[in-house]
């Protein structure tokens, strides 16, 4: 599967499943490192599973000027206020595609990360469960490619096949004798802790995994209605001129609203989780706020597209038969997604709200 999805020269040794990539990612940060390096804003996980293990976090603070992705030179100054500190930061985790802004790092950024990691010895926890969601320009490549010798990359099927309650992931670790030594660390883990991935989704991961031809259309097709509905949330805040990176991957936007502070306040919102809380009661719009995912903004929210209009199996098939009928994005958005215009328009009334 990863040689032929991922251009990966991946051996069977190399690779250790789980229930899911979260089991997975906690037990190789327990397995790896004194300090583990974080940026600001990430997945909701990483830090709580640093605090349940006991190590130290360093942060990396990320901004939309630089599309939110990690660069050499914050991630310079964090390790070197680290070490005065006396700190020993050795593992960096990295999320790509990126949840919670969406944003996806090109071949250069990835290479000039990778030689960064490879000359201050930095371990990194590549997560790429949104990989095959990737819907921009810039294609998709594992830091796997550009770093192997000191690249976990952790993945599953939940992302890309719909599957949110199967729970498996599987973590590649280098082909090295430290990678073995983690497999060894890995598997110690899982037999002590979950023996095993539930035998029915295993099965389910045999035909996943197995090059399909149908499976791989059905994942392409999804990544096409993702990046359909993703894109409409994100035209939709430029047209609001609410600030907003362009997503390239994942179904997730982040709009911040910080230039609007002063309406916000005078509407008693002060922070991001008031926020979202005037957004669910007043405008029916379900966001979560950006400090859940550490955001060094105030007033940033994850929008998720995953949900909208998809409350069933039903729903679900009965758009993917229309889309393959007609992907045309304005049809398909006019036509089959009455409930994300509906949100659409509610936003547009916050934003006219706050410059009354």
């Not at 096409?224 to 949330?233: C, G, N, P």
């Not at 045309?328 to 547009?348: K, S, V």
Request: one cysteine or more; aromatic letters at 10%; a negative charge.
């Amino acid at each position: 599967h990863y040689g032929r999805v991922y251009d990966l020269d991946v051996a069977p040794d190399q690779v250790v499943t789980g229930p899911g990539s979260k089991s997975l990612i906690f037990a190789t940060l327990q397995s790896l490192g004194e300090e583990i390096i974080i940026p600001r804003p990430s997945w909701v996980t990483y830090a709580p599973q640093v605090h349940l293990i006991g190590k130290p976090i360093t942060w990396v603070p990320t901004y939309p000027e630089n599309r939110y992705l990690v660069g050499t030179e914050e991630l310079r100054a964090a390790l070197q206020a680290s070490h005065h500190d006396l700190g020993n930061p050795e593992v960096l985790i990295l999320n790509n595609p990126d949840n919670p802004t969406g944003t996806m790092r090109s071949a250069e950024q990835n290479q000039a990360l990778a030689e960064f990691c490879r000359e201050h010895e930095l371990m990194v926890v590549s997560d790429e469960i949104y990989a095959r969601t990737a819907f921009s320009d810039i294609p998709f490549v594992s830091f796997g490619k550009y770093y192997r010798e000191g690249t976990v990359i952790m993945g599953g099927l939940s992302k890309d096949l719909s599957l949110g309650g199967w729970r498996i992931g599987a973590s590649v670790v280098p082909p090295t004798k430290g990678g073995k030594a983690l497999a060894t660390a890995l598997t110690s883990i899982a037999t002590n802790v979950w023996s095993c991935v539930a035998a029915p989704v295993q099965y389910a991961a045999l035909v996943a995994y197995s090059g399909d031809p149908e499976i791989d259309a059905y994942v392409d097709l999804c990544a096409k209605m993702h990046a359909i509905r993703t894109r409409y949330l994100y035209d939709l805040m430029v047209r609001l001129g609410v600030q907003c990176v362009e997503p390239s991957g994942a179904f997730y936007v982040f709009p911040c609203f910080d230039e609007w502070r002063e309406p916000l306040n005078d509407r008693g919102i002060n922070n991001d989780e008031e926020l979202a809380t005037h957004l669910l009661e007043k405008y029916e719009i379900a966001a979560l706020p950006g400090s859940a995912f550490n955001s060094v903004r105030d007033f940033c929210l994850r929008v998720s597209s995953s949900f909208i209009d998809l409350a069933d199996d039903d729903q679900a098939d009965r758009l993917v038969a229309a889309f393959r009928n007609d992907p045309d994005p304005e049809r398909f958005i006019r036509d089959f997604h009455p409930r994300l215009q509906r949100a659409a328009e509610r936003f547009g009334d916050f934003i006219e709200e706050l410059r009354k």
